[in-house]
């Protein structure tokens, strides 16, 4: 299903720019999986999360957070592309 | 008024070019007639307000000259503007006439052939011209431009008197619609100087034209010399023999001023402080960034005094407009520049205009500081930072850049991550985007935050 590819797509894209985060704070790898929270687990703060709104925003047209939502989870923000 | 210095400059040297491009100059005496000429023709078309869009900028300082005697009040719209433009100029400053060397219609104004102009008779002093005026443009976007009315008498006792013992050939890589561009006319003429030309302010043109004319001081905004030093060759250093190097218009970079230092060792070279509005303010030559503090200290009866209140420097001006278009006459007070500074080293440095502050979830960043740590990183050509708008933090610190010719990008991108974590969080640049170039007006970078794409 097309549907199918695009959504892998966006969660590469979600999952590469959060790593990226990641290796900029310098504290190594983590593991991101769709279960993790963003805040919660991922400790990102609101400029991190300003920088995945831009990021997502250019590399796939549109970001929840532009739209209002705020997804809590991986998952939710890759289930957003599918929608 | 301008025509008077004119008369005076073609009494003392009437066969010096006053004007140059390669191929053709125009001596101060055939420069005084031509301005006669137009005084008298804009006398006979009763023309007392007029907008003028030149391609040839040889034509600007004969046209200013003549309506400054006429007396009418001229505006130089900017050449780089097409007919659309020039009809939305001319509606906003309410000139019925635009004199013009392109064949142009107009809706909201009559286009005057500047050939048209060309009258017989040479047009005695009128008694009205004491008080000729001028409006310049202010930079910004069609649309969002000011028009500063300043009164010549005080305009030209703003320009420096300084005795010279050789003829200054000087470039102005300026529009003529711009306040820089006006000072340097000013100043060339006041010293007797030739005022020369290139085809464009592209690097390239200006380089061919300072080494065919074989110029000996140039002058424009930092935007345009960091683009300059990029384009020069080493051939074309061997060629130049620049005496002076001046910078306006914009805040200038330690770094580029030090570049200039390194590529020109045998010139002088200034950055200015001035605006439109207020005139300029001071030339600074040390080699250094920013201003000596020592300029605060000036008292009742210099031309331009400032001081600074809660980090914005405010100035005082004896040469400054008379008042924008279309709005209340300025005072003789204190008035905010927009220029945001701090004061560190003995030294007021600029950190970015008031306009342009980027708010990243309530902590102000300054682009300034921020486009000279990106534009320190090898292989970095120009810099923008700017603010876009972000739903979590209501802006976001972004930066567009050129990058020097076969520089990897990615790894570009890497160092100036790095040069930036020396940076406060909010002030580094969330999204670093290469472009082949960044947006100008009038050879300043275009400022201001702009929209989210989409």
């Known amino acids: 299903m097309p549907g199918d590819t695009w959504m892998r797509d966006a969660e590469k894209t979600i999952l590469r720019t959060v790593n990226e985060l990641f290796e900029r704070r310098g504290e190594g790898?983590?593991?991101?999986?769709?279960?993790?929270?963003?805040?919660?687990?991922?400790?990102?703060?609101?400029?991190?999360?300003?920088?995945?709104?831009?990021?997502?925003?250019?590399?796939?047209?549109?970001d929840p957070f532009s739209e209002g939502m705020i997804p809590p989870t991986v998952g939710e923000l890759v289930a957003f592309y599918d929608a | 008024m301008l025509m008077s210095v004119l008369r005076e400059a073609a009494d003392e040297v009437p066969d010096q070019p006053a004007l140059a491009a390669v191929g053709r100059s125009l001596t101060y005496e055939a420069c005084l007639?031509?301005?006669?000429?137009?005084?008298?023709?804009?006398?006979?078309?009763?023309?007392?307000?007029?907008?003028?869009?030149?391609?040839?900028?040889?034509?600007?300082?004969?046209?200013?000259?003549?309506?400054?005697?006429?007396?009418?009040?001229?505006?130089?719209?900017?050449?780089?503007?097409d007919a659309s433009a020039v009809d939305e100029y001319a509606a906003r400053f309410q000139h019925s006439w635009v004199i013009t060397d392109r064949p142009m219609k107009l809706e909201n104004a009559t286009a005057v052939p500047i050939s048209d102009l060309l009258a017989d008779g040479r047009a005695r002093p009128s008694d009205?011209?004491?008080?000729?005026?001028?409006?310049?443009?202010?930079?910004?976007?069609?649309?969002?431009?000011?028009?500063?009315?300043?009164?010549?008498?005080?305009?030209?006792?703003?320009?420096?008197?300084?005795?010279?013992?050789r003829v200054e050939r000087w470039l102005v890589a300026y529009n003529l619609n711009q306040f820089g561009?006006?000072?340097?006319?000013?100043?060339?003429?006041?010293?007797?100087?030739?005022?020369?030309?290139?085809?464009?302010?592209?690097?390239?043109d200006v380089i061919e034209t300072i080494r065919a004319l074989a110029v000996t001081h140039a002058s424009g905004t930092p935007t345009f010399w960091r683009l300059f030093t990029a384009a020069l060759s080493q051939d074309d250093l061997q060629e130049m023999g620049l005496e002076q190097i001046t910078l306006g218009g914009e805040a200038v970079s330690q770094q580029l001023l030090d570049r200039l230092e390194e590529l020109f060792p045998e010139a002088r070279i200034c950055h200015i402080y001035?605006?439109?509005?207020?005139?300029?303010?001071?030339?600074?030559?040390?080699?250094?960034?920013?201003?000596?503090?020592?300029?605060?200290?000036?008292?009742?009866?210099?031309?331009?005094?400032?001081?600074?209140?809660?980090?914005?420097?405010?100035?005082?001006?004896?040469?400054?407009?008379?008042?924008?278009?279309?709005?209340?006459?300025?005072?003789?007070?204190?008035?905010?520049?927009?220029?945001?500074?701090?004061?560190?080293?003995?030294?007021?440095?600029?950190?970015?205009?008031?306009?342009?502050?980027?708010?990243?979830?309530?902590?102000?960043?300054?682009?300034?500081?921020?486009?000279?740590?990106?534009?320190?990183?090898?292989?970095?050509?120009?810099?923008?930072?700017?603010?876009?708008?972000?739903?979590?933090?209501?802006q976001l610190a972004v930066a567009e850049v050129v990058s020097r010719p076969e520089v990897d990008e990615e790894q570009l991108e890497k160092e100036i991550r790095g040069a930036c974590e020396a940076l406060p969080r909010a002030a580094r640049p969330r999204r670093i985007e290469f472009v082949d170039e960044i947006e100008t007006r009038g050879s300043k970078l275009a400022r201001g935050s702009t929209g989210a794409r989409g």
């Open chain 2, 181 to 204: 561009g006006l000072q340097v006319l000013l100043h060339a003429l006041a010293t007797r100087g030739t005022l020369t030309f290139a085809r464009s302010n592209q690097p390239r």
């Open chain 2, 274 to 394: 001035g605006a439109t509005e207020f005139g300029t303010a001071l030339s600074v030559c040390d080699g250094r960034s920013g201003l000596p503090i020592s300029v605060l200290e000036r008292r009742e009866g210099a031309k331009v005094q400032l001081r600074i209140v809660d980090g914005e420097l405010h100035s005082r001006s004896s040469v400054r407009m008379l008042g924008y278009h279309g709005d209340e006459p300025v005072r003789d007070e204190w008035i905010p520049t927009g220029d945001l500074v701090e004061v560190r080293d003995d030294r007021i440095r600029f950190v970015g205009r008031t306009s342009e502050i980027i708010n990243v979830g309530g902590a102000k960043v300054h682009p300034l500081p921020v486009e000279e740590v990106i534009a320190a990183v090898d292989g970095v050509e120009l810099a923008r930072v700017y603010g876009r708008p972000n739903p979590i933090t209501g």
């Open chain 2, 128 to 165: 009205d011209a004491e008080r000729a005026s001028l409006l310049v443009l202010t930079t910004g976007t069609t649309g969002h431009q000011r028009a500063a009315r300043h009164d010549w008498a005080r305009l030209l006792t703003g320009v420096a008197q300084t005795q010279v013992d």
């Open chain 2, 33 to 81: 007639a031509r301005s006669e000429s137009f005084a008298s023709g804009l006398r006979q078309q009763g023309i007392e307000r007029l907008g003028c869009v030149l391609d040839d900028p040889m034509e600007v300082l004969p046209l200013l000259a003549g309506a400054s005697a006429a007396p009418s009040e001229a505006c130089v719209y900017p050449n780089t503007v």
């Open chain 1, 29 to 62: 790898t983590l593991e991101v999986t769709r279960a993790s929270r963003l805040f919660e687990d991922l400790d990102l703060d609101s400029l991190e999360v300003a920088e995945l709104s831009a990021a997502l925003e250019d590399e796939l047209g549109r």
